[in-house]
């Protein structure tokens, strides 16, 4: 038996059947981004391929078997046994991966090293990117099937041992594998992948079951302080108030959907002068496609949509992904994508909620800070080299800012 690799330029290129025999090697970094559905509806609904400086580049890991089979042919009367000797070829490993034209929608900023590409006029871009488009989630970047015969780690080796293979074939400049589980991301620094370091603030479930639980392990000082930004944040007088609503399955309407994407729309709009890189057609797959993985946060005034919420989930862990908001109003923000989040998660008892990417102001509320990992490799020797001397000063900057952002939680001392 041998092991091949070959490019996925979409995932329309493998069977249904195909997939399901693809699993998560441990379900504690399962994540409802790397499926089938949603990796579909990202190719479906455009937001990569086309004109978007995303463009599928998926990588199959293929096994090779010699398999001899017999066959029975012939005319009434007249039967032969034929005997011949197959090469079988069984996808038993998926990345999910992107060549990309730019740097955007990672949330892994190298921007710098493309600016020294430049500087000394060698392409950095296209550059090889396995991640969930726009998704700073961290999850396994490599499915396999755990019916074959080589092991994670196996295929593991083999996927790095043929690194430089694939960026000639695709004739990238180099590999980034983006929000990496801690023990992937050290197998691969292991090799010749460089490690990087960023922050994220997440929430723990330590077996809450109300929210005033999760506030009794806070100063006082900051229950209060969260108590009441959360009723000004519905409160606009005395008798005129904002309702919040968490919304999921069958509630999940086509004017639900329309509601959110305007908001987020309008956001993108006034924070980054376009529209998003999601589009209202990828919003109605999501509908119809992973509805049970959905849950959307509105805010009503006067019976109107003013702002709303987007989150994932699966039975382990909460999402926040996308916010807008057609009126301004102080604290809703919070009202919306963190304490609303927060209740949801204690309500299922999911063991985590990631609310998304950078913030401080998730630290006073209750997120705790934890690092992330991805891992890069630039065929260029002296980048490569000189990325690595960052990356090491740049790691005792980040060490000391997840020490720095655990001294300021607003959690009783032990």
Known sequence: MALSWQPILSVDDITQQQWHQ?????????TPFLSYVFLKGLEKAECVNGETGWHSYHIGIYEHSEKSQKGIEGDVGK??????????????GFIPCYLKTHSYGEYIFDHAWANAYQHHQIPYYPKLVACIPFTPVTGSRLLINNKCDYSFEQITAFILAST?????????????????????SKQFAADKLLQRLSVQFVWHNRGYNTFDDFMQQM????????????????????TDTIIIKRLTGDMLTKEVLDDFYLCYQQTYLKRSGHNGYLT??????????????????MAYHAEKCIASALFFYNDQQLFGRYWGALQEVSGLHFECCYY????????????????????????????EPTFCYSNHYLQQPDFQTAVRDFLQRERIGIQQYKQQSESVLPFKQA
């Open 219 to 238: 100063t006082s000082r900051k229950r209060r302080s969260i108590r009441k930004e959360r009723t000004a944040a519905v409160t606009i007088s005395e």
């Open 280 to 297: 209202g057609e990828f919003f109605d797959y999501l509908q119809s496609h992973m509805q049970d993985n959905i849950m959307i946060v």
């Open 22 to 30: 693809l699993t998560d090697h441990d379900e504690a970094y399962s």
């Open 164 to 184: 430089d293979n694939i960026l000639e074939q695709a004739r990238a400049s180099s590999f980034h594998y983006l929000f990496l589980p801690e023990y992937q």
């Open 79 to 92: 039967q032969d046994v034929i005997e011949a000797s197959d090469s079988i070829k069984t996808l038993i």
């Open 340 to 367: 609303q989040g927060i209740d949801f998660a204690i309500e299922k008892q999911l063991r985590q909620f990631n609310p998304g990417t950078q913030g401080e102001h998730k630290i006073l509320r209750g997120f």
